[in-house]
Nanobody, 124 residues
Framework: EVQLVESGGGLVQAGGSLRLSCTAS????????VAWFRQAPGKEREVVSC????????DYAHSVKGRFTISSDNANDTVYLQMNSLQFEDTAVYYC?????????????????WGKGTLVTVSS
């Protein structure tokens, strides 16, 4: 069964850090783009960051650039999102998603697989 499993969410004070993990089960991330999305209460889902496994290229939403870092562990089919200088506005459910393509096409065409999400709560 194909699954994406997220972990690492939790409660943190503003200014703190968290690292989220997304691990593939039932397939490998080779030739995939893996993205982190988030959805805050009452808001639409938005993409946070993406990494293309084949090239290692990354992109970030303007709101998190310089604070968040996406990285991959190719041997273990895991993608990380290191989140530093967290702000109250970063509070959301964070989802991992993947598509067998690069990030440009993932942003344009959407994703094939979704995780169930992990909650990040930043207290002000």
């Amino acid at each position: 069964e194909v699954q994406l499993v997220e972990s690492g969410g939790g409660l943190v004070q503003a200014g703190g850090s968290l690292r989220l993990s997304c691990t593939a089960s039932g397939f490998t991330f080779d030739d995939y783009a893996v993205a982190w999305f988030r959805q805050a209460p009452g808001k639409e889902r938005e993409v946070v960051s993406c990494i293309s496994f084949s090239t290692g290229s990354t992109d970030y939403a303007h709101s998190v650039k310089g604070r968040f870092t996406i990285s991959s562990d190719n041997a273990n089919d895991t993608v990380y999102l290191q989140m530093n200088s967290l702000q109250f506005e970063d509070t959301a459910v964070y989802y991992c998603a993947a598509k067998e393509t690069d990030c440009s096409d993932l942003h344009y065409y959407g994703t094939d697989y979704w995780g169930k999400g992990t909650l990040v709560t930043v207290s002000s």
